[in-house]
Nanobody, 116 residues
Framework: QVQLAESGGGLVRPGGSLRLSCAASGNSFSLRTMGWYRQAAGKQRELVADISSGGTTNYANSVQGRFIISRDSAKNTVYLQMNSLKSEDTAVYYC??????????WGQGTQVTVSS
């Protein structure tokens, strides 16, 4: 298993920005896909964005053009820059990674609340 440490969640007003970070433990050579899911109260968990080891990105339609996912291999860290936040973005955000040897791992989740 890969240990994941998430940070950056909090309360932000509509139209504001927030950056989430997720640092993975161990060696980075075997990390493949890294990404973020979210789950709002009473709703199903959904993919927000992910990024492959080759840099290919994938975004949910609801965040396309507003969120940017990136990764720093040297730091074993994936980021989610969230811009133009809306109330509908309110959810618990979970970091996830897939390692070729250690499989899929999940973070504990960080709360993002968008409210005026």
């Amino acid at each position: 298993q890969v240990q994941l440490a998430e940070s950056g969640g909090g309360l932000v007003r509509p139209g504001g920005s927030l950056r989430l970070s997720c640092a993975a433990s161990g060696n980075s050579f075997s990390l493949r896909t890294m990404g973020w899911y979210r789950q709002a109260a009473g709703k199903q968990r959904e993919l927000v964005a992910d990024i492959s080891s080759g840099g290919t990105t994938n975004y949910a339609n609801s965040v396309q053009g507003r969120f940017i996912i990136s990764r720093d291999s040297a730091k074993n860290t994936v980021y989610l820059q969230m811009n133009s936040l809306k109330s509908e973005d309110t959810a618990v955000y979970y970091c996830t990674v897939y390692d070729v040897f250690r499989g899929r791992s999940w973070g504990q989740g960080t709360q993002v609340t968008v409210s005026s």
